[in-house]
């Protein structure tokens, strides 16, 4: 009970945040009304109500302020999200268990030697402008690995997006709390046996494309996309951390757990 109460306390003050569909602008209204809406600025807790992007624009915006973040799904797949229910909030936000993900850091310069930043909660890719496959030379911590690599392009993903893009294109699904990054190429035509790597946390991979010009390739973040690249950079930034809260039985450990038995 004392824990109950003090979880109450620490979430009272709750912003709530609708992807703008009829059903989670409805779900809502319903909340609003019976737990009133608070500035995300001085909220405890924010509760989205959406779907899994709704989760990730929420993750990018509130990045870095420490207010854990709470998902009902109103939206289509729900991956990070919880199930929707109107009663109990408060008992549920009380009970919840908090999973810690952190960001990848990309920099990304261009051919006009302009240099872009921007973070991804699932992934970094890259990928080809054209109709012409891309042409990549991949190091790691400054030591080259792969001198060419010809392909629709590659991704960087985190554990926590393990299971998105980088899942839908062959590549490992990874447990949250592994120190790890997967390495993964999309479409490789050579090395064509090639299926990419499992990486230290603590790496920096650097991409260089080859023929840039020639072969233009995009760099995306999550959904933040830099076109015509010429080198990029990515880093997992454990200086910043992100807390996502699930039901208990839920977790988001859990979640990736069962993708692996299908």
Do not use: C
């Not at 909030?89 to 268990?97: G, K, S, T, V």
Request: glycine letters at 8%; proline letters at 5%; a negative charge.
């Amino acid at each position: 009970m004392a824990e109950a109460a003090r979880g109450k306390h620490r979430f009272e003050r709750i912003a709530f945040l609708s992807s703008g569909t009829p059903e989670a602008d409805a779900a809502m209204d319903n909340l609003v009304a019976r737990h009133g809406n608070h500035d995300p600025a001085s909220a405890d807790v924010i509760v989205a109500l959406g779907g899994d992007g709704l989760m990730l624009q929420s993750l990018h915006r509130f990045m870095g302020s420490k207010r854990p973040i709470y998902g009902m799904n109103r939206g289509s797949v729900g991956f990070l999200m919880n199930e929707y229910q109107e009663d109990g909030l408060i008992e549920r936000l009380a009970a919840a268990e908090a999973s810690m993900v952190h960001p990848l850091l990309m920099i990304a310069s261009d051919m006009k030697g302009d240099v872009q930043t921007a973070r991804a909660i699932n992934e970094v890719s890259l990928l080809r402008q054209t109709f012409q496959a891309a042409k990549l030379r991949i190091s790691v911590d400054g030591r080259e690995r792969l001198s060419e690599l010809i392909s629709d392009g590659v991704l960087v993903a985190t554990p926590a997006g393990s299971t998105a893009y980088n899942l839908s294109v062959g590549g490992p699904i990874l447990p949250l709390n592994a120190s790890l990054v997967a390495l993964t190429p999309i479409s490789a035509f050579r090395p064509r046996r090639w299926r990419g790597a499992l990486l230290s946390d603590h790496v920096k991979v650097t991409i260089e494309i080859l023929e840039p010009a020639k072969r233009p390739v995009s760099a995306v973040a999550d959904h933040f996309e830099f076109r015509n690249v010429q080198r990029v950079e990515i880093a997992m930034d454990h200086d910043t951390g992100i807390v996502l809260l699930h039901d208990p039985g839920h977790s988001l450990d859990e979640r990736i757990l069962r993708e692996q038995f299908g």
